[in-house]
Structures are given as structure tokens and as C-alpha cells.
């Protein structure tokens, strides 16, 4: 089973950029479609952006779309979510997880996941 390992979360003015980016220890990330979540403070875990094992297909949902951009590195193990015009709103914790189906995580594995944090 893999291990999930996020990064790349900090603190950004609207309309700045980060990269977040996810490892796995254990299984590597390449056998998995895989997706980025978030989590608002008191809220469920809701599915943000999602990709296919090669890449050449990828999801994500309307209030990130054109500004959130998923893509993966099998070679690399890495899994990145780069996030361009931030937006106060997009003020959460991000976990990357394996996709069961659509928009479904494969399991509870979570990672601790990154807090991102935009200022307006």
C-alpha cells in the first residue's frame, strides 16, 4: 500500500502561483489514477483535480478550471498540482490520493496532507 507524501504548500497573495507536489513511499504512484483533494476547515475532503495513469487525460473541477493544472512524472514518482490566480477561496489543506473511479478516492490513506493559504 502506498504511503502518500505532500508538498509545496506556504502561504500566496490572489493571484500568485504554487506548485504542490505528491510522492508515495511503498507502491509507487505510477500504478494509480490519481487525484489532488482539499479540505476547508470543517468541511468533507471534496476532490479537486484528477489524472490518468499516463496522463493524457485529466479532471478538474469548475472553480479551479483554467487555473489549476494536474500532471504527473511516473518516472519521477511525483504527482504536482500547479495552481495559478489564487484565490482566497482556494484557502485550504490539499491531499493528493489515488481515484477508485471518477472523482472517488480509492481509500481513506491519507497523507498528512499541505496547507495553502491565500491573502487577499
Known amino acids: 500500500q502506498a504511503q502518500w507524501v505532500e508538498s509545496g504548500g506556504g502561504l500566496a497573495q490572489a493571484g500568485g502561483r504554487l506548485r504542490l507536489s505528491c510522492t508515495s513511499s511503498g507502491r509507487k504512484l505510477s500504478v494509480y489514477r490519481m487525484g489532488w483533494f482539499r479540505q476547508f476547515p470543517g468541511k468533507e475532503r471534496e476532490f479537486v483535480a484528477g489524472?490518468?495513469?499516463?496522463?493524457?487525460?485529466?479532471d478538474t473541477i469548475d472553480s479551479v478550471k483554467g487555473r489549476f493544472f494536474i500532471s504527473r512524472d511516473n518516472a519521477a514518482n511525483r504527482l504536482d498540482l500547479h495552481m495559478n490566480d489564487l484565490k482566497p477561496e482556494d484557502t485550504a489543506v490539499y491531499y493528493c490520493?489515488?481515484?477508485?473511479?471518477?472523482?472517488?478516492?480509492?481509500?481513506?490513506?491519507w497523507g498528512q496532507g499541505t496547507q495553502v493559504t491565500v491573502s487577499s
Open positions: 490520493n489515488a481515484l477508485q473511479n471518477g472523482r472517488t478516492p480509492l481509500n481513506d490513506n
Open positions: 489524472i490518468n495513469w499516463s496522463g493524457g487525460t485529466t
